[in-house]
């Protein structure tokens, strides 16, 4: 059965950072990508970041360029995403999720998902 497990979550105030991690089990996602994804109330479940498992290929929304850092640690099968300077619009439950082979901003196309992790950034 497949799992992932998001953690590190949390509140911070604007500028300050968190990582969140996903531990992954159940099966090889050797040819999957995995992604994080936010869904504040509200809106629509909004892609953050994303990266091939095999390659290490990364993409991320234009709104967290430059401050989040999403790596992989296959040892441990587990996908971490680094947020720095957080900002409260930054505010969301965050989920992580995978899919086969290819990165894909819609979260529609994803097959498997987490519980999901609030992150709140206070002003």
């Known amino acids: 059965q497949v799992q992932l497990v998001e953690s590190g979550g949390g509140s911070v105030q604007a500028g300050g950072s968190l990582r969140l991690s996903c531990a992954a089990s159940g099966r090889s996602f050797s040819t999957h990508v995995m992604g994080w994804f936010r869904q504040a109330p509200g809106k629509e479940r909004g892609f953050v970041a994303a990266i091939s498992w095999n390659v290490g290929i990364t993409d991320y929304a234009d709104s967290v360029k430059g401050r989040f850092t999403i790596s992989r640690d296959n040892a441990k099968n587990t996908v971490y995403l680094q947020m720095n300077s957080l900002k409260p619009e930054d505010t969301a439950v965050y989920y992580c999720?995978?899919?086969?082979?290819?990165?894909?901003?819609?979260?529609?196309?994803?097959?498997?998902w987490g519980q999901g992790t609030q992150v709140t950034v206070s002003s």
């Open positions: 999720a995978a899919k086969s082979w290819v990165i894909d901003k819609n979260y529609k196309n994803y097959n498997y």
